[in-house]
């Protein structure tokens, strides 16, 4: 059984860091390519990010660039998201998604919700 799990999330203050995880377990990581979505309060969901199997570079959606850094780590099985300078806007719910880049196959995480408060 496929199963993500995400971690890191919490309160945190404005100008601070977080640094978000999501585990993959009941699969071989590199196999998917890695996205972190994240959903505020009374939004749609958006991309954050994501990351190929393939050692090409990340890509970043148009709210994330420049203080979002979104990593993997094959033998372990973990992809990270370092969020500097957090602001006000970043809180959210954080999703980790895995989806294979050869077939209709996708699995998604619980979330872990991050609020940037003083």
């Known amino acids: 059984q496929v199963q993500l799990a995400e971690s890191g999330g919490g309160l945190v203050q404005p100008g601070g860091s977080l640094r978000l995880s999501c585990k993959l377990s009941?699969?071989?990581?590199?196999?998917?390519?890695m996205y972190w979505y994240r959903q505020a309060p009374g939004k749609e969901r958006e991309l954050v990010a994501f990351?190929?199997?393939?050692?090409?570079?990340?890509h970043y959606g148009d709210s994330a660039k420049g203080r979002f850094t979104i990593s993997r780590d094959n033998v372990e099985k973990v992809m990270s998201l370092q969020i500097d300078n957090v602001e006000a806007e970043d809180t959210a719910v954080y999703y980790c998604?895995?989806?294979?880049?050869?077939?209709?196959?996708?699995?998604w995480g619980q979330g872990t919700q991050v609020i940037v408060s003083s």
């Open positions: 009941g699969a071989t990581f590199n196999r998917y390519t």
């Open positions: 998604k895995a989806q294979s880049p050869w077939e209709a196959e996708e699995y």
């Open positions: 990351i190929t199997p393939f050692g090409d570079p990340p």
